[in-house]
């Protein structure tokens, strides 16, 4: 099964800071199978981000995806107050059919 | 609006069933993709299983054969019938769907299995 791995784990940062987050597979993802998620302490996951590069409805112009093959990146453009939360990619697989989240990375205020 | 609600989370003893619900408003559970997927206390997210808008199913392999998705068109619902359950199973279940298979548009608020004697 395909294994993606998220780094860092953690990153300390300040608001209006840019910020890269990695997301590594085991072997190629199609990009229109992958998506990333922001999820806040005691929330459900919010979808941000589809098909590698296309932000999900209602999401501000400073999240932005890219990526392709093995190798997908998350970027932030200028981080607000509320954004300091945890961020999983995800894949989905049609052999198994099935989905695989990246193990997370935190961000936390400086 | 789309709003998605599980209910039926509890304490339940290892071996025992439980099953959770995924009421929907807003949104057609039987036109859509429609998932569950379980956060352990303190770690990341896992997808368990999935009920396509065609009527197939899938299932994660750590609850291949103890879990079953089902869903009524009739009452807009989502279930997870959960048999044998472990400790290992004690999370938070989301509900989570979509008009695509292959990302979750939306989430309810999660319900909470603990599975302990």
């Known amino acids: 099964d395909i294994v993606l791995t998220q780094s860092p784990g953690t990153l300390s940062l300040s608001p209006g800071e840019r910020v890269t987050l990695s997301c590594r597979a085991s072997?190629?993802?199609?990009?229109?199978?992958l998506a990333w998620y922001q999820q806040k302490p005691g929330q459900a996951p919010r979808l941000l981000i589809y098909g590698a590069s296309s932000r999900a409805t209602g999401i501000p112009d400073r999240f932005s995806g890219s990526g392709s093959g093995t190798d997908f990146t998350l970027t932030i453009s200028r981080l607000e107050p509320e954004d300091f939360a945890v961020y999983y990619c995800q894949r989905y697989g049609t052999s198994p059919r099935g989905y695989t989240f990246g193990q997370g990375t935190k961000l936390e205020f400086k | 609006e789309v709003q998605l609600v599980e209910s039926g989370g509890t304490l339940v003893q290892p071996g025992g069933s439980l099953r959770l619900s995924c009421a929907a408003s807003g949104f057609t559970v039987s036109s859509n993709y429609m998932s569950w997927v379980r956060q352990a206390p303190g770690k990341g997210l896992e997808w368990v299983s999935v009920f396509y808008s065609g009527g197939s199913t899938y299932y994660a392999d750590s609850v291949k054969g103890r879990f079953t998705i089902s869903r009524d068109n009739s009452t807009n619902t989502l279930y997870l019938q959960m048999n044998s359950l472990r400790p290992e199973d004690t999370a938070v279940y989301y509900c989570?769907?979509?008009?695509?298979?292959?990302?979750?548009?939306?989430w309810g608020q999660g319900t909470l299995v603990t599975v302990s004697s």
């Open positions: 072997q190629s993802v199609s990009s229109s199978y």
């Open positions: 989570a769907g979509g008009s695509g298979r292959a990302s979750f548009d939306y």
